[in-house]
């Protein structure tokens, strides 16, 4: 398998785990989990979700074409602006 091929099957991995874990706070809210006391699992599998995200970005930054920084900063960029979607529901909500 080629760097490339790992690139391309990598790139879209970190979006869809931001994506999961807004709707699961989004979700959650709307089935009325309040901060406070006990994390539930819809916690849980938030963290795991956000965490998940790191070994992904370090491959796709370890396959990026460096020769085009303007496009992985653009990608780095996109990743920035999901894991921001995915925590404004939590700060929003108090969790």
């Given at each position: 398998m080629t760097r490339a091929t790992i690139n391309r099957i990598a790139l879209p991995v970190p979006m869809i785990l931001s994506a999961l874990a807004a709707a699961l706070a989004l979700a959650s809210i709307l089935a009325g989990v309040r901060g406070g006391g006990d994390e539930g699992w819809q916690a849980h599998l938030f963290q795991l979700l956000i965490a998940a995200q790191l070994p992904v970005i370090a491959v796709v930054?370890?396959?990026?074409?460096?020769?085009?920084?303007?496009?992985?900063a653009g990608i780095v960029a996109l990743y920035i602006a999901g894991l921001c979607v995915a925590f404004v529901p939590v700060a929003l909500a108090g969790l």
């Open positions: 930054a370890a396959t990026a074409n460096w020769r085009r920084p303007r496009v992985v």
